[in-house]
């Protein structure tokens, strides 16, 4: 049957399965049947409150089962959900919530009282998770006991399913519009792709306000299968993430780079085998070749694939990587395009350029693609410059490889640095960086600089002492001249965003200090 | 039996280390028995980064092993793990 909204799959799954286990998190779990029903008295009771189709319902909890439920009773109330970060500042979350004009919020009873102390005007309405509910909601148990069903809430592929806000280059975080038509696009394309299956268990790493939370979600519905979420402790030790992966014998994992590189380097695999793992997926940032292949190495069984796509894309390319890259090599392809997915390379002058080789602008366009960004226009004509097609901002070019075209990420389009009149590419300093034995991790960055254009900086993090002298020569060894960053700053560890990502912002920052701009030499 | 004064110095030293990772104004009104995860919002990378400071400080190795919850629970208890290492 041709499922066009995001959440039908649980429908479905509840009546082939009502008693296979759907998600689990915390040692708590719930079956298929559970789960829908749990959901249809979410959506019961925020219609009776007057949530309609094309609402917006905050969701502010930790990631528990009560969470997932909450998703799915917000969707099938014809309402999209929008995730706010439970470690985010309460007056974030309030911004957010004013922003997209939250109708209702399902939330943890400190978390409601924490938004409301922000004096911010948010929700009114929704359900509690906890003993008390304030003036206006209902507490999680009574829903639950309740005898509300939901009524047809008449959505269609169209109408949005969730809002996932972004940083924004202004300090405005930014709300990222994703339809049903869109996350399904994403979700049916990975289904049928990695041949997802009832018997496979999917990890749950990623934040549910972090967008590769709905594959773990929305592609294990699909699936049948079912849904685990690493509990908070377990991510930050990864012995015991090892352990526990083995223990919850996960078959899917899908994470950021980052996290991964942290189990390989701490997570004594060797002892404790992840080899449950039939399929590892990751995506959001360039995941450093060594680690890779390390991993590649001590989980030898998984197949390895790179997911490429900013937040207003999904997933919109992919790439196995069937052989472990060495420490010198490009970093692994982002790949093809996804189903129903093109993808065009678009050079300065605005012609498409479909040579090897040659770097452009990657522009993104199907079915996958978001609708735009909540209540900003300007924005959104800026990046969707016709439906169903976005800008991404990121460089890329074409790769010919023996199995067939690729795509390769070369870096930022506005990373693109320029330092006396030379093209520089920041990645591949740090490449050059990596080749060092010691470095763990290495980052470049473009102070801008009046005169020069931009100086380049770099920081390497290595677990013992660096010798700048020694990596200068190396950079020397392997960059044209103009690439050799002037100063190579080593510290123990590269400072990380929330998401994981290596904190750039605070990178440039710290440059900036460093540097001494060539318009106060003498 | 009351702590000798290295243990006490470890302690601070501890606490020290950990202000600086994660803000003197979190730490504040934290007793070292207190636990640390219910306290506060320790991510990934704080923890690596105590590691780090850990084993430059004390001239400690911290194993993959030793990064388990029980070690970080507390001040006390990350003072304990390096009263530990020391003794090796």
């Known amino acids: 049957m041709t499922r066009y909204l995001i959440h039908e799959a649980l429908a479905d799954a509840a009546q082939r399965w009502p008693d296979k286990t759907a998600a689990r998190a915390e040692g708590r779990s719930l079956t298929y049947g559970a789960l829908d029903l749990a959901a249809d008295r979410v959506a019961g009771a925020l219609a009776a409150m007057g949530v309609a189709g094309g609402d917006r319902v905050g969701v502010y909890m930790d990631k528990t089962v009560e969470a997932v439920a909450a998703i799915y009773g917000i969707l099938r109330s014809g309402a999209a959900y929008v995730p706010l970060d439970p470690d985010a500042p309460p007056a974030r979350c309030a911004l957010i919530g004013q922003d997209c004009a939250l109708a209702a919020l399902v939330a943890d009873e400190p978390r409601v009282r924490a938004l409301q102390e922000t004096g911010g005007a948010v929700a009114a309405r929704g359900i509690v998770c906890g003993a008390e509910a304030p003036s206006g909601f209902e507490t999680w148990a009574a829903v639950q006991a309740g005898a509300q069903t939901s009524p047809a809430a008449g959505t269609i592929d169209l109408d949005l399913a969730y809002i996932l806000y ?326 123990r560890r590269l400072p990380r965003t929330p998401n994981g990502k290596v904190d750039r912002t605070h990178l440039l920052q710290e440059a900036t200090r460093l540097a001494v701009s060539s318009t106060r030499s003498p | 039996m009351m702590p000798n004064i290295h243990q006490v110095d470890r302690l601070g030293t501890v606490r020290e280390l950990l202000a600086n990772i994660v803000g003197g104004e979190v730490l504040r009104g934290v007793a070292d028995e207190d636990q640390l995860f219910e306290r506060m919002v320790l991510d990934s990378l704080h923890l690596i980064t105590l590691v780090s400071s850990l084993e430059e400080r004390f001239g400690v190795v911290v194993t993959p092993e030793d990064l388990v919850p029980e070690n970080f629970q507390s001040i006390a208890a990350i003072a304990g793990l390096v009263d530990l290492k020391m003794q090796r």
């Not at chain 1, 040579?355 to 602008?361: F, L, P, Q, R, S």
């Not at chain 1, 006396?420 to 470095?439: P, Q």
């Open chain 1, 166 to 491: 972004t940083s924004g280059s202004t300090g405005r975080p930014k709300g990222v519009m994703i339809s049903h038509r869109s996350a399904l696009t994403f979700v049916d394309w990975a289904c049928g792709e990695f041949s997802l299956q009832p018997d496979d268990t999917f990890s749950s790493h990623a934040p549910f306000h972090f967008d590769l939370s709905t594959f773990d979600l929305f592609a294990a519905a699909s699936a049948g299968g079912t849904v685990t979420v690493v509990p908070r402790m377990t991510t930050l030790f990864p012995v015991r993430l090892a352990q526990w992966i083995a223990s919850e014998a996960i078959t899917v994992w899908y994470s950021v780079p980052s996290a991964l590189s942290m189990l390989v380097r701490y997570g004594a695999l060797d002892e404790h085998p992840i080899d449950s793992i039939r399929l590892l997926l990751f995506a959001g940032e360039v995941f450093p070749n060594k680690y890779l292949a390390e991993l590649m190495r001590l989980a030898p069984k998984a197949r390895y694939f790179n997911l490429y796509g900013p937040t207003e894309t999904n997933v919109c390319t992919f790439h196995e990587v069937l052989d472990a890259p060495a420490p010198g090599d490009a970093p692994v392809p982002i790949g093809r395009p996804c189903a129903n997915t093109r993808c065009l390379v678009e050079d300065e002058q605005g012609n498409v350029v479909t040579a090897a080789g040659v770097e452009g602008e990657l522009i993104v366009q199907g079915s996958i693609v978001a609708r735009g960004y909540w209540g900003d226009q300007e924005k959104t004509v800026e990046r969707f410059t016709a439906p169903g097609t976005y800008r991404t901002g990121d460089v890329v070019r074409w790769s010919d490889q023996s199995h067939g075209r690729v795509l390769r990420f070369v870096g930022r389009r506005d990373h693109m640095v320029k330092s006396r009149g030379y093209r520089i590419e920041l990645g591949e300093i740090e490449a050059a960086l990596y080749a060092h034995a010691e470095v763990e991790e290495a980052a470049a960055v473009a102070v801008p600089d009046e005169l020069l254009g931009s100086r380049i900086l770099a920081f390497c993090a290595a677990p013992g002492a660096l010798d700048e002298a020694q990596l200068h020569q190396l950079c020397q060894d392997r960059l044209p001249r103009y690439m050799v960053p002037e100063r190579i700053a080593t510290l």
